[in-house]
């Protein structure tokens, strides 16, 4: 079946402006993350929904970072007035449930902030 | 505040030359530790995950041990395939996982 799919693959934007990140989970996936990964960084938790719900934002960065989920699938990640701090692999994952349960990756968006 | 560092930051092995890496971890309350490999320009691949001191699990030429304050990732006979960066993650009291640095591995034929 498919697996996670973001979308775009690569985003090269300038300073100030905003940005939307896509998430597709694999379907029938209930929980769903995001994390940011800067050059020879670890993974930094960022945002976690369980269905439409984000019980846990406190990975947010600032208040510049908002996401969003509709109809237990898509996310959307939005960064306004990007800054060139923001420049990393944005990483999405799902996964069947929240506890316990392996979380599958997508290939990522890279955002570069001029 | 919960805390996972691995080591070392890097290995190389020779083909066939079996080692271990390190993934030490503080944490309050640990619901499972998850060992993930991520191939350059990919997301992270699931491999493992260990949910109590004691418990043991093997792939092919990985094979992860946890204790209560790390765990081991011992790679047997590595080939060149093998060759990636060995990400460890813990989730603890809240639902978020928290990711190590990860160990960038080399296998040289």
């Known amino acids: 079946g498919a697996g996670v799919s973001q979308s775009p693959s690569n985003k090269v934007t300038e300073k100030g402006k905003d940005v939307e990140l896509r998430c597709d989970p694999i379907s029938g996936h209930t929980a769903l993350y995001w994390y940011r990964q800067s050059l020879g960084q670890g993974l930094e938790f960022l945002i976690y929904?369980?269905?439409?719900?984000?019980?846990?934002k406190s990975g947010l960065p600032s208040d510049r970072f908002s996401a969003e989920r509709t109809g237990g699938s898509v996310s959307t990640l939005t960064i306004q007035r990007t800054q060139q701090e923001d420049s990393a692999v944005y990483l999405c994952a799902s996964s069947l449930v929240s506890f316990h349960n392996e979380q599958f990756f997508g290939p990522g968006t890279r955002l570069t902030v001029l | 505040e919960d805390q996972v560092t691995q080591s070392p930051e890097a290995l190389r092995l020779q083909e066939g030359e079996s080692s271990s890496l390190n993934c030490s971890y503080t944490v309050s309350g640990l619901r499972g530790l998850f060992w993930y490999r991520q191939d350059p320009g990919k997301g992270p691949e699931f491999l493992f995950t260990?949910?109590?001191a004691g418990e043991e699990k093997e792939k092919e030429r990985l094979k992860a041990t946890l204790t209560k304050k790390e765990s081991f990732l011992h790679i047997t006979a590595p080939k060149p395939e093998d060759s990636a960066t060995y990400l460890c993650a813990v989730q603890a009291g809240g639902q978020n996982f928290v990711f190590g640095p990860g160990t960038r591995l080399s296998v040289l034929p």
């Open positions: 260990l949910y109590s």
């Open positions: 929904f369980q269905g439409n719900s984000a019980p846990d």
